[in-house]
């Protein structure tokens, strides 16, 4: 089997604290399709060795978390730290890269939680893909319209502090749920040849 027709083997890497995270990295992977894995980083910032695997076989990365006081969880972060031995043999190097969010307030610096996840990827010398959706930003915008948070680096979700994971915006898991087919079409032709890194 050649890669024009292995699927592209995207790996959605995670920590959630209430599951709205976890509603967000199963958008992800539903829209990379065929090949997603899912790895949720578990409540000490650990995953198991088949995970760390995965992760080096993966075509494409996604990193996950909410933000927590500005940045993203302690999990993930501990997560990150240990992320330093596939740093050192460069065993996530040319991969694909890409990220997620949801905080419950607005703003509630998401973006520093993407800059992190941005960070991390170059780190690994890898290449980040961002989101090609405009923002929803005119007065007749709704809660469920697309990329409502307006980023351009990757999806912010918004989802208040009382609310449960069923009760995620629909437009922000829809956002989640495209970049995903973007992160796998990406991946998908660097594997192949058809976009090559410079």
């Known amino acids: 089997m050649n890669s024009e027709t292995t699927p592209v083997r995207t790996v959605i890497v995670y920590h959630s604290g209430f599951g709205h995270t976890t509603r967000m990295a199963a958008a992800v992977a539903e829209g990379a399709d065929t090949g997603a894995v899912l790895i949720a980083i578990d409540s000490e910032g650990n995953i198991s060795d088949a995970a760390w695997q995965s992760l080096a ?37 040319n991969k694909i890269f890409g990220g ?51 980023s351009y680096i990757a999806p912010m979700a918004q989802t208040p502090a009382d609310a449960s994971p069923e009760e995620m915006s629909l437009g922000d898991l829809e956002t989640a749920r495209l970049y995903g087919v973007r992160v796998a079409l990406i991946a998908g032709q660097f594997r192949s040849g058809k976009s090559q890194p410079i």
């Open 57 to 93: 076989d993966a075509d494409a990365i996604v990193f996950g978390s909410p933000t927590y006081m500005g940045g993203p969880s302690w999990q993930f972060k501990k997560f990150a730290d240990a992320s330093s031995k596939p740093w050192f043999e460069g065993t996530w190097q």
């Open 100 to 150: 997620f969010t949801n905080s419950a307030s607005m703003n509630g610096d998401k973006l520093n939680t993407l800059e992190y996840f941005f960070l991390l990827s170059g780190q690994h010398a890898g290449i980040w893909v961002g989101l090609d959706i405009k923002p929803a930003n005119v007065k007749a915008s709704k809660r469920d319209d697309l990329n409502r948070m307006g």
